[in-house]
């Protein structure tokens, strides 16, 4: 007896209660379309393009020309083995390094058991006073008011940069700014 339910398959034609549908073809599978690496032309443009406000983002991130330029150098490097260009090169370049240099800021207390990154000193002491104030903060602070007063980012291009809420990019901003009130004459 036939089964009144179901389909059921036999020798891949489907049938229904004495009914013969067209065979089963199963599809092709699906291959994306991925775009290749960067090239060695386009790693060098964008290095042009942004390799020094990279250093100095990360020397601001990390309190040191040294390690700013090994941590770029290192973001740099983190684009060029990727198998997948990224959407967009600046934005990624510019989250890989605040994240390197939050890495790096971590390893250096963890192995020296240090609060704060090695001091840079300026000319002017009014500067030496505010940079010693800046790198006190904690680092979501000292970042938020890096790339919002320095690379100029929204407060979402922050957010996305730092891997965190639009409304923690607001409040570090905002209690960043309040401590150096606070310790700034």
Not at 54 to 83: C, D, I, P, W, Y
Not at 127 to 153: G, H, K, M, S
Request: charge should be neutral.
């Amino acid at each position: 007896m036939e089964p009144d339910g179901p389909a059921e398959r036999h020798g891949g034609v489907k049938e229904t209660a004495g009914e013969e549908v067209a065979p089963v073809v199963p599809l092709a599978p699906v291959v994306p379309v991925v775009a290749g690496p960067m090239g060695p032309g386009d790693l060098t443009s964008l290095y042009r393009r942004q390799g020094e406000a990279m250093v100095r983002l990360a020397r601001l991130l990390t309190g040191s020309n040294a390690v700013a330029e090994e941590v770029v150098q290192e973001a740099f490097l983190k684009m060029h083995q990727r198998s997948v260009a990224p959407d967009n090169p600046e934005g990624y370049l510019r989250t890989t390094v605040a994240n390197l240099s939050k890495s790096h800021l971590r390893r250096l207390r963890l192995e020296r058991r240090l609060p704060v990154p090695d001091r840079l000193t300026f000319d002017d002491p009014e500067i030496d006073e505010t940079w010693e104030a800046v790198c006190r903060l904690p680092f979501r602070q000292r970042a938020a008011l890096a790339l919002r007063f320095y690379n100029d980012l929204s407060e979402s291009e922050i957010a996305r940069v730092l891997g965190c809420r639009p409304g923690t990019v607001k409040s570090s901003l905002s209690r960043g700014l309040s401590r150096l009130r606070e310790e700034l004459p």
